[in-house]
Structure formats: C-alpha cells, structure tokens
C-alpha cells in the first residue's frame, strides 16, 4: 500500500523546505522529496542556494573581502601588515563546512519536525482525491499519495546554446565557487547580481576581471542613482573592467584558455581572451521531468508553473512556489511564498506583499532596495518626493572607513508614504530591514524621521534620509 501525505513538497530548497517545516509545524502529515547530491553523490538538503549558490557565494565574499581588506584598507586604522597571502583550499573547504553545516541543519529541522524524507526524483503520476507522485531514488522506484502537492523545483543557471559548460574551464555559478586556483584573466558573460558578486570574489584574490552585458546600460533592475553610483565604485582603476551592449559571438577554446568574439556597442568586432569563462546570463525554472503532461499542469513558454496570486496552480490542491513561478528569482520571496502556501493548505489566511520583497547585492559597497524606483515612479507617473544622505556624513560608517554610497528614500507628495528605498553602502543589505518593515505597515518617511535611531550607528543615514525627503536632514 502507498504511502499517503496530507502535503508532499517536491524539492527542498529555501522555498521547499520552508513549506515543508510550515506545514509540519502546522499538524498535516508532511513529505519532501529531493534528488540533490554532493559531489561526493550523498543525498543534500538546501538546493542550489545553499549547496552551490547563496551560502556559499557569501562565504567567498567575505573571505576574498578580508584578504583585500588586510591588503589594502587596514593601513588607514594605524595597522601594518606585512606578508599578507590566502590559502585558497582553506578558504574553499571554509566554504564547504559551512555548507555542511547549513544542509544538516535542515535535516536536523526535518526530524525535529517530523518531515519525512524521500530521496530521489519526483514525477507527477496521476490525480483524482489524491495525487499519485513516482519517486526514482536510488533503491528504485516508489509510488506516494498526497492530499496536497507544493512544487518548489527551483531553477538552473541559464547556459549559452551551442556552449559546453564543463564547470571547470566555462563554468556557471557552480563551477566559479570552486576554481582550484585563481585564473590570472577572468571572463564573466553578464553584469547583472551573480556575475558581479562571482567577478569581485575573484578579482579581489588576484584576478584581471572583465565582464561583458548585453544589456546597454548596468543594472537596469537598479534605481538610476544607485546604478551611476555603482558604475563609478566597480569600475575605478584596479577594480572590474565592464563593457555595455555588447552582442556576444563564437566561443572558443584550446590549450590556453577561451576566447570570446563579440560585437562592441559601436558594432566594432572584438575578442576576450581569458584562462576561464563564466557564463552568467541569468536562471531558468526547473520544470522538465516534472510530468506536468500526466496530469495537465500549466506551464508557460518561458518554462515557468502559471499560478495565481496565491500561488495555486490549474490543478486542484497544487500550489508551485520559489523560483518556478513568476516574479523575483529570490529565496526570501520562495520562503515568503512557501510560507503562505503551508497556511493556506491549513485553512489560515496566508498573504505575500510583492510590493515588500528587498533586493540585494553583495558587492563591496553592498547594494539594496525595495519598493519602486524613481523611474518607475516616473513611468507611473507619480508625484513623488525624493530625499537622500551620504554615508560620508555618518560618524560610524567614518569609523569604519566604509563612508561610500548613500540611502535615498522615495515617499508620496501628497500621503508622504513610502514608496521605495535604495542604498549603496556597507551593511546595506541589513539596513535595508528597517525599509521593507515601514514599507510593510505602509509607514511615512516622517514616521522613519521621528524614530530615535542609535548613535553613532549606520542605521542613523536611514533616518537622515526620511528627514531629507523634507529637506530638513539635521547633520548634512
């Protein structure tokens, strides 16, 4: 006999298995079902963010980070370090324990929960009262029910037709977190989050670093401001070499690296020659092998589960989160969604505020937002006010000799809400909370403003901000 679960979550990365503890947690009698393994072919909790692409990332970041620091950016403070070199195995293997860690902590999660496990693929079989879903592991196949089923199958870097990917010479993000040594020329295809924050861990150890976007103009998705602000800061002398609205040709390969032809913006041909190319253009959902055809489920030419502002699928009692279904590929929004499903599920009133999702960038400055930017605004055409202050003028980010960037705030003329917050700075990626909790609770910038904030701390730029959107900033 099957089998049976109230809920089965097919894939356990942050949008899965946030569904998959929610719904335990809950009191339904829940399943998850993951086919991700180690290099070392052990089944692994956490998709690809937390196996080969959020953690881990990070982990690089901040160690190439520290080594740049010791180099060149402790001397201000009266320290002298002389000698300074990295050990690039250490800080892989750094990288590897600390995913480790994070993969067990959600298998640790899973029997705390009392989530059943199931190892192997997942394929929808048939419906009816319940759904039949086939689970291909490796002592072979099995047959489960579920009352529910949430799909959560995540997505996969998007590779250039025609390109063998071997993670290894022309890699995706999977390859370029586990260079066994630091090429002297790095190629990157594509300027956008992954190829940015992938270049300056590399650049940083040692690295001649050139990107190549399609796109003409740098971070589109990025206020206008920010985006000038972060194009001035990456491409200063020593830092990344970027090239804009470029139309990338043949790629070669042969004893002494890849050589990438391609059409300059001015339409003028040219090559990149580099010892290692990673290809960045962006991510595709995970949908294939899923047996939408079984069942009837509705997917769209672009590859992506059509749902509904709750993400409910065309089928009765089947819900797709995370990065299979519209809107940012993000994991906190996948969790959010995940979140939401497992109470629906329970008959609670589960709601995500697309309008409160924060974008982050964890570059040196870091880079964040939520809410609209002023072009939007612009293109909406909405009366708005803007105000903005240095982290220059904050006595902390002094301190910390990390006085780049700043936070602009975008509020209503007429209600004063606010609209949307940007910043470029250090710690932007946490000051960023503050925004997306007023934005939440539809709060003013004057709100923000009459909030007593700590002194001195980074978070006091946020609140000069809010004062600056009615041009009363107090110390700038």
């Known amino acids: 006999m099957a089998r049976s679960f109230d809920v089965v979550v097919i894939g356990a990365g942050?949008?899965?298995?946030?569904?998959?503890?929610?719904?335990?947690?809950?009191?339904?009698?829940?399943?998850?079902?993951?086919?991700?393994?180690?290099?070392?072919?052990?089944?692994?909790?956490?998709?690809?963010?937390?196996?080969?692409?959020?953690?881990?990332?990070?982990?690089?970041?901040?160690?190439?980070?520290?080594?740049?620091?010791?180099?060149?950016?402790?001397?201000?403070?009266?320290?002298?370090?002389?000698?300074?070199?990295?050990?690039?195995?250490?800080?892989?293997?750094?990288?590897?324990?600390?995913?480790?860690?994070?993969?067990?902590?959600?298998?640790?999660?899973?029997?705390?929960?009392?989530?059943?496990?199931?190892?192997?693929?997942?394929?929808?079989?048939?419906?009816?009262?319940?759904?039949?879903?086939?689970?291909?592991?490796?002592?072979?196949?099995?047959?489960?029910?579920?009352?529910?089923?949430?799909?959560?199958?995540?997505?996969?870097?998007?590779?250039?037709?025609?390109?063998?990917?071997?993670?290894?010479?022309?890699?995706?993000?999977?390859?370029?977190?586990?260079?066994d040594s630091v090429p002297r020329r790095?190629?990157?295809?594509?300027?956008?989050?992954?190829?940015?924050?992938?270049?300056?861990?590399?650049?940083?150890?040692?690295?001649?670093?050139?990107?190549?976007?399609?796109l003409p103009e740098f971070l589109g998705a990025a206020d206008e401001s920010i985006a000038q602000e972060a194009w001035k800061v990456f491409t200063r002398p020593g830092a990344l070499e970027i090239e804009l609205g470029v139309k990338v040709g043949a790629i070669s390969r042969d004893k002494r690296g890849v050589t990438v032809a391609y059409q300059t913006a001015d339409g003028k041909a040219a090559k990149l020659a580099?010892?290692?190319?990673?290809?960045?253009?962006?991510?595709?959902?995970?949908?294939?092998?899923?047996?939408?055809?079984?069942?009837?489920?509705?997917?769209?030419?672009?590859?992506?589960?059509?749902?509904?502002?709750?993400?409910?699928?065309?089928?009765?009692?089947?819900f797709a989160v995370g990065d299979v279904v519209r809107g940012p590929m993000l994991a906190h929004k996948g969790e959010d969604e995940g979140v939401m499903v497992a109470e629906i599920i329970a008959g609670q009133h589960g709601h995500v505020n697309y309008d409160a999702i924060p974008w982050v960038m964890y570059t040196m400055p870091e880079i964040a937002w939520v809410g609209k930017t002023e072009q939007q605004l612009k293109a909406e055409g909405v009366a708005y006010r803007s105000g903005r202050f240095p982290f220059a003028y904050n006595g902390r980010a002094l301190g910390r000799d990390e006085s780049e960037g700043f936070i602009k705030m975008l509020a209503d003329a007429q209600t004063d809400r606010i609209l949307g917050v940007h910043a470029i700075g250090s710690l932007a990626s946490e000051l960023i909370s503050e925004a997306v909790v007023a934005i939440e609770f539809g709060a003013s910038s004057e709100d923000i403003a009459r909030i007593c904030h700590a002194h001195p701390s980074m978070s006091e730029v946020m609140r000069e901000a809010a004062l600056a959107v009615d041009k009363r900033s107090l110390n700038g």
């Open 14 to 179: 942050p949008a899965g298995y946030v569904a998959a503890i929610r719904a335990a947690q809950l009191g339904l009698n829940t399943a998850c079902i993951e086919k991700w393994r180690t290099p070392e072919g052990e089944y692994a909790l956490g998709g690809t963010c937390l196996n080969v692409g959020c953690i881990p990332s990070k982990a690089l970041l901040e160690s190439s980070e520290n080594y740049e620091r010791a180099l060149h950016r402790l001397g201000v403070h009266g320290v002298s370090v002389t000698g300074v070199s990295f050990d690039l195995k250490a800080m892989l293997a750094r990288k590897n324990q600390i995913v480790r860690k994070m993969t067990g902590g959600i298998a640790g999660l899973f029997r705390k929960n009392r989530i059943a496990w199931l190892q192997g693929h997942a394929r929808l079989a048939s419906g009816g009262t319940t759904w039949k879903l086939e689970v291909e592991g490796e002592k072979g196949s099995e047959t489960i029910e579920a009352k529910h089923v949430v799909i959560a199958t995540g997505s996969r870097a998007r590779h250039l037709d025609g390109i063998e990917v071997d993670n290894r010479i022309v890699c995706d993000n999977e390859g370029a977190l586990d260079f």
């Open 186 to 214: 790095l190629g990157v295809i594509g300027a956008g989050v992954i190829g940015l924050e992938l270049g300056s861990v590399w650049r940083r150890l040692g690295a001649e670093v050139r990107l190549l976007e399609a």
């Open 274 to 318: 580099c010892d290692r190319l990673i290809v960045s253009i962006g991510r595709v959902p995970n949908t294939e092998g899923l047996g939408a055809e079984n069942v009837g489920l509705r997917i769209d030419a672009k590859g992506f589960i059509e749902v509904d502002k709750n993400c409910r699928t065309s089928l009765p009692r089947v």
